[in-house]
């Protein structure tokens, strides 16, 4: 007997992405060199509209250089991206639950849409932070479903 495969990666294309937000503070006479490292605040969120076989994914990073008293005050940023995703078969991956008011999401998806998020965002932040006070900074390798772990139910729904 044969199973069938309904995740299937070549079903998913990115259509837009968007830089909604992209800020760096660095306080005056701000040193580089003092950087011991780097504090970072992920949160991504998903929203669905299984109809058009559309994923949104919402994804923010709060970065904080880490001077360990080197500097007198930290650089900051602060990005928000956006993805829209569309999958082709995405009625079978996130059907709807029975009150029609969540999609229940299939974790191959999950991880797939966290990953392509993430690690697209770290090849824009690589670019973008280059000659700024967070030049050093490379978003670390996670797992990328402890994006979604604090999200308890994905959003959205039509």
């Known amino acids: 007997m044969q199973i069938k495969k309904i995740f299937d990666q070549e079903k998913i294309k990115i259509l837009q992405f968007n830089l909604k937000k992209g800020n760096i503070d ?80 299939h974790s191959t998806l999950a991880n797939a849409v966290a990953s392509i998020s993430y690690s697209t965002s770290r090849g824009i932040l690589l670019t973008r932070l280059q000659g700024t006070a967070l030049q050093k900074f490379i978003l670390p390798v996670i797992d990328p479903m402890s994006l979604l772990k604090a999200e308890e139910k994905p959003k959205g729904g039509k």
């Open 26 to 105: 660095a306080p005056e006479n701000f040193s580089i060199d003092k950087v011991a490292g780097h504090h970072t605040k992920n949160d991504l969120q998903l929203g669905f509209n299984v109809e058009q076989k559309l994923i949104r994914a919402d994804y923010q990073v709060e970065i904080k250089t880490e001077s360990e008293g080197q500097n007198k005050k930290e650089a900051k940023g602060q990005f928000h991206f956006v993805y829209l995703i569309k999958v082709d078969n995405l009625e079978e991956l996130a059907p709807l639950n029975k009150n029609q008011a969540a999609v229940e999401l």
